[in-house]
């Protein structure tokens, strides 16, 4: 069975600055994809990026952008130049044959 | 267009009403999901249905009876609920069902019930 673990219940950030929040999996199968959602306080669950595990380039979505380790089974997100917005809660997602959420990161930008 | 609508927003309702969770989509996808979710806890899949039928049940107990009229409507029918259900309850849709059908889902804002 695959697991998604996010070893980080909590962080916090100066506004303009850069934080990376980690996501390690566990699974058998070789394609996959894994993705970062956020969920502000309002609730909404919005996809940040993507990653198809085939692709060996790392996915970059304007200030978010990931690191990628295929043998490590290591996916983290780095946000820089972090806004208030940013201010949400961060779940790490894996897409086998299903899809599995990691425990979540609250992550507070603070000015 | 890549929006999920859900409704109603909020939603109070007695253990011995009945009353349906609404969800829609017109972006053409035709895997469309529910899900529970509890404060700070990360989405729980509870039905997946694909091309408008019932794939995936995750063992959710019958008091919740989903529907799925059409291609673009997803229901959720709850009668005899426990004070346990009360959840933000999730909508979403993906593009291709099948292997992929996790791949890439698009969430509405969820509707809040609250079972008094």
């Known amino acids: 069975a695959q697991t998604v673990t996010q070893s980080q219940p909590e962080m916090s950030v100066q506004e303009a600055e850069t934080v990376t929040l980690s996501c390690t999996y566990d699974?058998?199968?070789?394609?996959?994809?894994l993705f970062w959602y956020k969920q502000p306080p309002s609730r909404q669950m919005i996809l940040v990026i993507r990653?198809?595990?085939?692709?060996?380039q790392n996915a970059t979505e304007n200030r978010f952008s990931v690191n990628f380790q295929k043998a490590a089974k290591s996916f983290s997100l780095k946000i820089s130049d972090s806004q208030l917005g940013d201010t949400a809660m961060y779940f790490c997602?894996?897409?086998?044959?299903?899809?599995?959420f990691g425990a979540g990161t609250i992550l507070r930008v603070k000015s | 267009d890549t929006e999920v609508t859900q409704t109603p927003k909020h939603l109070v309702m007695g253990m011995t009403n009945k009353k349906s969770l609404k969800c829609e989509q017109h972006?053409?996808?035709?895997?469309m999901y529910w899900y529970k979710q509890k404060a700070k806890k990360p989405p729980e899949l509870m039905f997946v249905?694909?091309?408008?039928?019932?794939?995936i049940n995750e063992s959710v107990p019958s008091r919740f009876s989903p529907e799925c009229p059409n291609s673009s409507l997803l229901n959720l029918h709850l009668h005899a609920l426990q004070p346990e259900d009360s959840a933000l309850y999730l909508c979403?849709?993906?593009?291709?069902?099948?292997?992929?059908?996790?791949?890439?889902?698009?969430f509405g804002p969820g509707t809040r019930l609250t079972v008094t």
């Open positions: 699974t058998s199968e070789s394609n996959y994809y």
């Open positions: 979403a849709s993906s593009l291709i069902p099948g292997g992929r059908a996790f791949h890439e889902q698009y």
């Open positions: 990653q198809e595990a085939y692709k060996q």
């Open positions: 249905y694909s091309y408008e039928k019932l794939s």
């Open positions: 997602a894996f897409a086998g044959n299903k899809l599995v």
């Open positions: 972006m053409g996808h035709r895997a």
